[in-house]
Nanobody
Framework: VQLVESGGGLVQPGGSLGLSCAAS????????MRWYRQGPGKERELVAL????????NYADSVKGRFTISRDNAKNTVYLQMNSLKFEDTAVYYC?????????WGQGTQVTVSS
């Protein structure tokens, strides 16, 4: 099983960044997917969730209206489009796949919002 995040980097406040998470080794279309983040000195927090077919999403209040989670089951990939980025969005972003008791994590990708 592998989850590989990509797309992190340095961006100015107000800018945009798109993250991807490529999955392999399990039946991706059966799993709900989540993006988490962990900022410096902070606990890991749930950012966004999407169901297995992409018909339902949920967001943390802190990112609602700015971030969009989506998925392409044909490509076994989940995305996180981040717009209007703020300093406080700086964190390592992780994707997570879960189905019942099974839960898999990626290694994370760093997003830094700085001027």
């Amino acid at each position: 099983v592998q989850l590989v995040e990509s797309g992190g980097g340095l961006v100015q406040p107000g800018g945009s960044l798109g993250l991807s998470c490529a999955a392999s080794g399990f039946t991706f279309s059966s799993y709900f997917m989540r993006w988490y983040r962990q900022g410096p000195g902070k606990e890991r927090e749930l950012v966004a969730l999407i169901n297995n077919v992409g018909s339902s999403t949920n967001y943390a209040d802190s990112v609602k209206g700015r971030f969009t989670i989506s998925r392409d089951n044909a490509k076994n990939t989940v995305y996180l489009q981040m717009n209007s980025l703020k300093f406080e969005d700086t964190a390592v972003y992780y994707c997570n796949a879960f189905f019942g008791p099974r839960s898999y994590w990626g290694q994370g990708t760093q997003v830094t919002v700085s001027s």
